[in-house]
């Protein structure tokens, strides 16, 4: 079974940074994709980047210029470098890994960091 598991998120003021990282079991090669998500109370899960196998990315408007995503191949870590937090980046964020063969389709999520950002 697939493993993710995130950590580095906490509570920041306005301003701040904060490093998610997401560490995967095996080699995350073996993903199409992987992708940060976060839910806030009260609203729909979302997209905040993607990042292909390629190394092509893909950002939420809303986090463009602020946030970056990218990994780290030989430690099968993902991470999600987030600069000049707002309150609204206030989210439980989720790490999400896309696995596609001819056969199959899976999607495969960690439980879940929380990021806390403080007016």
């Known amino acids: 079974q697939v493993q993710l598991v995130e950590s580095g998120g906490g509570l920041v003021q306005a301003g701040g940074s904060l490093r998610l990282s997401c560490a995967a079991s095996?080699?995350?090669?073996?993903?199409?994709?992987m992708a940060w998500y976060r839910q806030a109370p009260g609203k729909q899960r979302e997209l905040v980047a993607g990042?292909?196998?390629?190394?092509?990315?893909s950002y939420a408007d809303s986090v463009k210029g602020r946030f970056t995503i990218y990994r780290d191949n030989a430690k099968n870590t993902l991470y999600l470098q987030m600069n000049s937090l707002k309150p609204e980046d206030t989210a439980v964020y989720l790490c999400?890994?896309?696995?596609?063969?001819?056969?199959?389709?899976?999607?495969?999520w960690g439980q879940g960091t929380q990021v806390t950002v403080s007016s």
């Open positions: 095996g080699n995350i090669f073996m993903f199409d994709s």
């Open positions: 990042i292909a196998t390629d190394g092509v990315t």
């Open positions: 999400n890994a896309h696995y596609l063969t001819a056969w199959i389709s899976r999607d495969y």
